[in-house]
Each structure stands twice: as C-alpha cells, then as structure tokens.
C-alpha cells in the first residue's frame, strides 16, 4: 500500500466521523429566547423545562393583631378559664399564601392557571352572646382560586365577577361593615377585552353558602360592562340571584385626580325578590342574598388611596345602606422594606337596625353588634413574595 492510498484512506475517514458527528450534533435552542417568551406574561415567570409552559409561583406572609368591639371584625371573645366570665382578647392571625401562575401559547389561544391556597392560625371571632372560650387553632385549608383560562374562557373556582369585573371597596384591611356582594363561586365565564378601552364579561356561577348556592339547575347570572382611560374608569355590573329571583347592580366610578391620589364611588342597589319572604321561604335570606347582600335595597361605598411619598400611603373607605348601617376604615401602610408592608387601620361600624344582638327579617345584624356603634384596629405585618 502506497504513501498515497493512505493518505487518501484517513482523509476519507475523518470525512466519515465529521459527517457522523454532524447528524449526532443538535444545536440547542437559547434559553434567552425562553425567557423572552414568558416575559409576555409578566415578571418573575419562569419556563418550564421539556413543555412550552411558563410558572410563576408567589404568595405572601401576614400576621394581623386586631382589638375592638362585636361590631367589627377586629374583634374576639373569649372567656376567663376561672369564672368563664364572657370578655374580649386579642384577635391573632397568622396567614399563608400560596400563588401559582402558568400560561402558555396555543393555536387556540392563550392558555392560563391560577391557584391560590390560604392557611390560618389564630382565635376565633365569636359574638357577645357566645361564652365558649376562644382558643387559638389551625384553621383549614382555604381553596381561594384554582380556574383555567383559554383565551377569554374561564372556568373554575374564582370570586363572583360581580365583585372581580367591577372591583373592591378600597384598599383597607376591613372592607365589608357594609358588605358589596357575593365572592365564592365556581364559574363558566367569558372576558371579551376589545384593546381600546372597553371590556365586557359573561358569568355563569353556582354561588356558595347556605343561601348562596343554586337549589336547581339554573345558574345566577352575572354580565358587566367596563370603560378604561387615562383619568379612570366606569365599570357596570349586575348579578341575578335564581334562588330568590332577585336582581343586584353595582356602578363604579374611578377617577385618577393625580399621579399620587385615587378616588373612587361605587352604588349598589338590588329588588327583593323573594329575599324578604321568610315566612315562605325553606331556607330564610333575611333579605341579602348572594349579590345583594347589603341591607335594603341601596348602598355605597366610596374611598381615596393616595401616595404620601415612595414607601407611604394612606387609604380611606367609607360605606351605608338603606338600613342606616354604617362603616369606615382608614389605615397607613408603610413599607419598612421592599415587599414587606406594615399598615395600622382604624375602624368605625354604625348598626342601624333595630335588632340589636338579634335576627330580625330585612335587618339581620350582618356584624353581630351587640352596640349601636363599634370602634376597633388592626395591625399586619406582611411579606410577599
């Protein structure tokens, strides 16, 4: 064998193992580019190795000190282990949230989740007129939100539309003095965002709760409609109780006076219905229902957040219905460290019934206030995550 021929021979073989690594060789696609994609769906997202999916999890950490009276939220009873004389204590709580977010792109359009779990240690709130001794305990585990969104079609566990679409009462700890409609609900809803401001939904929901949740096959029926701009925003919606047949609408009014300060009116009013009908009615709604759960037929609610400097804010609400019930909050919240909050709350509740410590039909005593006004305050610590 020539010189040559084994040139050519080795020549030939390198040939073969470079062509063979060529076809063993797979150009791995760029991380980056991964997370650009789930940068679509917000901060914090991360890919999910071996699918198309993005995850974000996070959550947050609170512990809340409340003191006040039954009247409020604030509050909790208990009795002396001696005499089991009734008396008030601190209202301790300690909270743990858990948040899951995915989202992926699809030919069908963009696929979510979202799940929020909540876990609770502390004593219970119990009324004037329960002796039993308040102990401190772990509470259950609170599915909160677990739905699946395709497109603008969700369905799942969520809070009613009739509260998410038009929003809450302000940014204070003790929203509900005057209560603004239903929350828990498994839903079939669809969002339809029209990217120039408007937006609508369509809400399908079981309700919960004794009252709440729907006795035949026929849902409660939840539509809104929502104009977004600059200054602010309206938002309408209304919510049909089946049960009860009864109508509820809220109309909400947002108004972006400055950079720093936010104002917002919210008007609720809601038919009777059946609601009032307790002595015919299987199960008695004391006149609130799933959506209009306020007392009598009208009610409000109205607040401001504004932003005293990069780490303060203060926030105000005030509420009334037709019953002449009452509240107000306002709190500070100061951020000691970037997602760590502490805010201190002050709150008023005014019963207006006549059924002071009692149920009474159209006046049900929502706070269970043994006195016509109530004053406590709350004090949390939260870390987020």
């Known amino acids: 064998m020539t010189i040559g021929s084994l040139l050519l021979g080795s020549t030939a073989a390198l040939i073969a193992v470079s062509d063979a690594r060529a076809v063993i060789i797979v150009p791995q696609p760029d991380p980056t580019e991964y997370l650009k994609i789930c940068d679509v769906y917000g901060?914090?997202?991360?890919y999910i190795s071996g699918t198309e999916a993005c995850l974000r999890i996070g959550g947050y950490v609170s512990y809340n000190v409340g003191l006040g009276h039954v009247g409020l939220f604030d509050h909790a009873r208990t009795s002396d282990v001696r005499t089991g004389e009734d008396q008030g204590t601190w209202q301790?709580?300690?909270r743990f949230t858990l948040k899951a977010w995915t989202g992926q792109e699809t030919e069908l359009g963009t696929l979510k989740t979202y799940t929020e779990t909540r876990v609770n240690f502390g004593n219970r709130h119990t009324s004037v007129?329960?002796?039993?001794?308040?102990?401190?305990?772990n509470g259950d585990s609170i599915l909160t939100f677990a739905w699946i969104q395709l497109g603008g079609l969700r369905v799942g566990k969520d809070w009613s539309a009739f509260d998410m679409f038009i929003?809450?009462?302000?940014?204070?700890?003790?929203q509900t003095p005057v209560p603004y409609g239903a929350l828990d609900t498994n839903v079939v809803q669809y969002y339809f965002d029209a990217a120039n401001g408007f937006s609508a939904v369509v809400s399908l929901e079981e309700g919960s709760g004794v009252v709440g949740t729907i006795d035949n096959y026929a849902p409660h029926i939840v539509g809104g409609l929502k104009y977004t701009h600059g200054w602010g925003g309206i938002t309408s919606v209304a919510g049909y109780d089946s049960n009860y047949e009864s109508v509820a609408v809220k109309v909400r009014v947002d108004i972006n006076v400055t950079?720093?300060?936010?104002?917002?009116?919210?008007?609720?009013y809601g038919s009777n219905g059946k609601l009032n009908d307790d002595s015919m009615n299987a199960i008695d709604a004391h006149g609130r229902g799933f959506y209009k759960i306020w007392g009598?037929?009208?009610?409000?609610?109205?607040g401001a957040a504004y932003e005293l400097n990069?780490?303060?804010?203060?926030?105000?609400?005030?509420?009334g219905d037709q019953l002449k019930n009452y509240g107000a909050?306002?709190?500070?919240?100061?951020a000691l460290l970037p997602d760590f909050t502490v805010t201190a709350e002050l709150d008023y509740d005014r019963y207006g019934g006549s059924a002071v410590g009692k149920v009474k039909a159209s006046e049900v005593n929502w706070a269970n206030a043994n006195k016509k006004s109530s004053v406590g305050g709350i004090l949390r610590f939260e870390r987020s995550f």
Not at 310 to 319: A, G, I, P, R
């Open 167 to 174: 929003g809450g009462a302000g940014d204070v700890l003790n």
């Open 329 to 334: 909050a306002a709190n500070v919240a100061y």
């Open 310 to 319: 990069e780490t303060t804010s203060f926030n105000l609400q005030l509420s």
């Open 92 to 94: 301790n709580n300690v």
């Open 43 to 46: 901060s914090s997202y991360v």
């Open 296 to 302: 009598g037929n009208w009610a409000f609610w109205a």
């Open 259 to 268: 950079d720093e300060l936010l104002l917002f009116g919210m008007f609720g």
């Open 129 to 137: 007129s329960d002796s039993s001794r308040s102990y401190a305990f």
